[in-house]
């Protein structure tokens, strides 16, 4: 299971810290990601962070002002957005990665909305 | 970046229809491609992965096929509960890339 944290209401420029937070799979055996949607739109990948941390990955659109991250010994995954823009208005999910062989997001959050006002 | 086009946009249907929805990427993924469910107001739903791989507890009417640039999703026979929206990613490199989307309406 994983539950997001952390989305609400910002001014343009402002910044904002995701938390998601794992239960029931050993955390730290898998890569994560951050999917974003802006209110009717479709879906889009935000991040990428490897099981270890070590390797990471971003969309165009949000490099350079977001950061992901992960703590596994508190089971946590994190999104600092910076500089934030009214573009980056969207229910943003944690999703966990299948695994080796497989891939795809097999576990998704519910969802946290952030909402940027200009 | 890899780009992914689904069709239709916008697909009419009958409960007990069988229907196909298509992506197409812009260069090879191999068999890198996910299809998901959304409902309204909730997380996307893995349905099949690596193209053809049915993802546990997902009913056998969902399949898909497909390898290289070309994908299908098929539902055999329309339940009520499936009248939503279908979206295809493609996994194969960075950035990860989705479909556009096709919403399925009730004809």
């Known amino acids: 299971q994983l539950l997001e944290s952390g989305g609400g209401l910002v001014q343009s420029g402002g910044s904002l810290r995701l938390s998601c937070a794992a239960s029931?799979?050993?955390?730290?055996?898998?890569?994560m990601s951050w999917v974003r949607q802006a209110p009717g739109k479709g879906l889009e990948w935000v991040s990428f962070?490897?099981?270890?941390?070590?390797?990471?990955y971003y969309a165009d659109s949000v490099k350079g002002r977001f950061t992901i991250s992960r703590d596994n010994s508190k089971n946590t995954l994190y999104l600092q957005m910076n500089s934030l823009r009214a573009e980056d208005t969207a229910v943003y999910y944690c999703?966990?990665?299948?695994?080796?062989?497989?891939?795809?997001?097999?576990?998704w959050g519910q969802g946290t909305m952030v909402t940027v006002s200009s | 970046d890899i780009q992914m086009t689904q069709s239709p946009s916008t697909l009419s249907a009958s409960v007990g229809d069988r229907v196909t929805i298509t992506c197409r990427a812009s260069?090879?993924?191999?068999?890198?491609l996910a299809w998901y469910q959304q409902k309204p107001g909730k997380a996307p739903k893995l349905l099949i992965y690596?193209?053809?791989s049915l993802e546990s507890g997902v009913p056998s009417r969902f399949s898909g096929s497909g390898s290289g640039t070309e994908f299908t999703l098929t539902i055999s026979s329309l339940q009520p509960d499936d009248f939503v929206t279908y979206y295809c990613?493609?996994?194969?490199?960075?950035?990860?890339?989705f479909g556009q989307g096709t919403k399925l309406e009730i004809k």
């Open positions: 999703a966990k990665d299948g695994g080796e062989g497989r891939g795809a997001f097999d576990i």
């Open positions: 029931g799979f050993s955390f730290s055996n898998y890569a």
């Open positions: 962070i490897s099981g270890s941390g070590s390797d990471t």
């Open positions: 260069q090879s993924i191999r068999s890198w």
């Open positions: 690596k193209a053809s």
């Open positions: 990613q493609q996994y194969n490199g960075y950035p990860y890339t």
